[in-house]
């Protein structure tokens, strides 16, 4: 679905929030204002999804500071498609790892 269009912001909701109905109109307008834009793809219902657009990421990064607000703690990324990977596993395991190590020193 996202192939047909060259960009998508990918929004993630901070620790402890979601990702109300109010955040998700405010990207989506974003979107809609920077370009065409494709349906809203949840990847975690209410925590994490991804709104392919077809304009200028420039004209996006405007819109969301217009409308996106700093109490609703998200993290919004805009990234190409072409050749789009998920390759990033975002884990905290420093103190596990740290532990596992000491255990076979």
Known sequence: MTQAFPFVLNAVAGTGATLEAVAVM???A???????AGEIDWLAPGRALDIPFDG???SLRAALRERVQD????????VPTRNRRKKLLV??????I???GRAHV
Do not use: V
């Open 71 to 78: 109490e609703w703690r998200l993290d919004a990324n805009i």
């Open 26 to 28: 405010a990207l989506a």
């Open 91 to 96: 884990a905290d395991m420093d103190s596990t």
């Open 30 to 36: 974003a979107c809609h204002s920077a370009g065409k």
């Open 98 to 100: 740290i532990e596992i």
């Open 56 to 58: 200028d990421p420039d």
